[in-house]
């Protein structure tokens, strides 16, 4: 029994590395749309075939940093509202974006998920994510909710157009090489690779203050 308990926690700790050498690595390469299980595996110090012991596929690695990444937005947004009542919201919003933009991993997963990762991998670990995302979705809501002025419908439509915003401004604030040198060749096509913090900023104030007055 003490060998089988030893062995659950050396494969607890390897899955560990793991995520800890794709987060380096999303960090380091400019996002997750760069990371192989080869090169996640390297730096995690596993031959790539051993890789599959812990995840099945890249899709399955990410989606778990991605379930992470609501855990920590939600516990977030509850530190930064713990005890307010009567934020306007504008504030809330301010909240928001300030929470998201903290969690760079979690805000590039943001576009991956719905487009791959939870399409990608077997039903019960999409079965899996779900149940949590949506736990934390619920905390987030029932959080902003008791800290502000909008009504549970308002918060929830903020909180969907800040998912929204977040998938598509952090793409195109981060752009690629490539178009990191095309906008350098041609400056009148560089606004789209604008500050992303506080852009989504005043667009998610704009949809409070518009959420409000409805």
């Given amino acids: 029994m003490h060998r089988r308990a030893r062995s659950a926690e050396a494969k607890v700790r390897r899955a560990e590395d793991l995520l800890d050498a794709a987060r380096t690595l999303a960090t380091e390469r400019g ?86 990762l939870e399409g990608e991998v077997e039903i019960e670990r999409a079965r899996h994510f779900k149940t949590s995302s949506f736990a934390a979705h619920d905390d987030i809501v029932d959080t902003l909710t008791a800290a502000g002025d909008l009504t549970t419908d308002q918060v929830q439509d903020l909180v969907t157009a800040a998912i929204a915003l977040t998938a598509n401004l952090w793409q195109t604030s981060h752009p690629t090489p490539t178009l990191a040198k095309l906008y350098a060749e041609h400056p009148r096509w560089g606004h789209a690779a604008l500050d992303f913090a506080p852009r989504l900023t005043r667009l998610l104030q704009a949809t409070a203050a518009g959420l409000g007055r409805l």
């Fill in 31 to 116: 996002g997750v749309r760069h990371l192989t299980l080869a090169n996640v595996a390297e730096v995690a110090g596993l031959h790539p075939s051993a890789i599959r012991r812990y995840f099945e596929s890249k899709e399955e690695l990410l989606l778990e940093l991605a379930e992470r990444g609501w855990n920590q937005w939600r516990d977030a947004i509850a530190a930064e509202l713990a005890g307010a009542h009567d934020r306007t919201p504008a504030e809330l919003a301010t909240a928001m974006a300030r929470t998201l933009a903290a969690l760079p991993l979690f805000c590039d997963l943001l576009t991956h998920v719905p487009l791959s």
